[in-house]
Antibody, heavy 126, light 107 residues
Framework: QLQLQASGPGLVKPSETLSLTCTVS??????????WGWIRQPPGKGLECIGS???????YYNPSLKSRVTISVDTSKNQFSLKLSSVTAADTAVYYC??????????????????WGQGTLVTVSS | DIQMTQSPSSLSASVGDRVTITCQAS??????LNWYQHKAGKAPKLLIH???NLETGVPSRFSGSGSGTDFTFTISSLQPEDNATYYC?????????FGGGTQVEIK
């Protein structure tokens, strides 16, 4: 059974870089069928997709965060990572990692997150 | 970005009640819509994809319908373990976007 677990500092200072790692167990991150994504949920707000990565290193970033986001993959460790630079209080959120099943062709479309990791709270504060 | 509007934002119902949540897209998304269940402190769980396709292992009391801009999620007979927040999510266009969520409380 595939499981994902996000880890990283729970407290980051304003203007610094938030760094999280998602460890995938029970399956290979190098599967050709899936992407790997980051989603966040600020307190009292809805879910926001941050971006995703394919095992080859191909990435997609939400345009609203693109200038500050870097997602990378380490297939040898079965991990993928998120870096968000120049953070402010608005970046305080529970951050989730998830497997993304995504296809966009003329004959088939898919785009859902399954499974998700449990989430990790990151607070931006001095 | 495609905006997803869910209603209501919260509801309270009794065990055995039929519960309906709606999700409206800001533009036509065909049937490219998913539903998730999120219990407090746990990982969100995919329940339905492509508007009406139930994930394997998900109880049949959950169902989804709709296409275009208007979608419905139904719990036919609410159970105590259904206490959770439910989200819709579109995959017609990037970025993938979610509705604001509907918190379902058991009376």
């Amino acid at each position: 059974q595939l499981q994902l677990q996000a880890s990283g500092p729970g407290l980051v200072k304003p203007s610094e870089t938030l760094s999280l790692t998602c460890t995938v167990s029970g399956g290979s991150i190098s599967s050709r069928s899936y992407y790997w994504g980051w989603i966040r949920q600020p307190p009292g707000k809805g879910l926001e997709c941050i971006g995703s990565i394919y095992y080859s290193g191909s990435t997609y970033y939400n345009p609203s965060l693109k200038s500050r986001v870097t997602i990378s993959v380490d297939t040898s460790k079965n991990q993928f990572s998120l870096k968000l630079s120049s953070v402010t209080a608005a970046d305080t959120a529970v951050y989730y990692c998830a497997r993304l099943y995504y296809h966009d062709s003329s004959v088939y479309r898919a785009g859902w997150f399954d499974p998700w990791g449990q989430g990790t709270l990151v607070t931006v504060s001095s | 970005d495609i905006q997803m509007t869910q209603s209501p934002s919260s509801l309270s119902a009794s065990v055995g009640d039929r519960v309906t949540i709606t999700c409206q897209a800001s533009e036509d998304i065909s049937n490219y819509l998913n539903w998730y269940q999120h219990k407090a402190g746990k990982a969100p769980k995919l329940l339905i994809h492509d508007a009406s396709n139930l994930e394997t292992g998900v109880p049949s009391r959950f169902s989804g319908s709709g296409s275009g801009t208007d979608f419905t999620f139904t719990i036919s007979s609410l159970q105590p373990e259904d206490n959770a927040t439910y989200y819709c999510q579109q995959f017609d266009n990037l970025p993938l976007t979610f509705g604001g969520g509907t918190q379902v409380e058991i009376k």
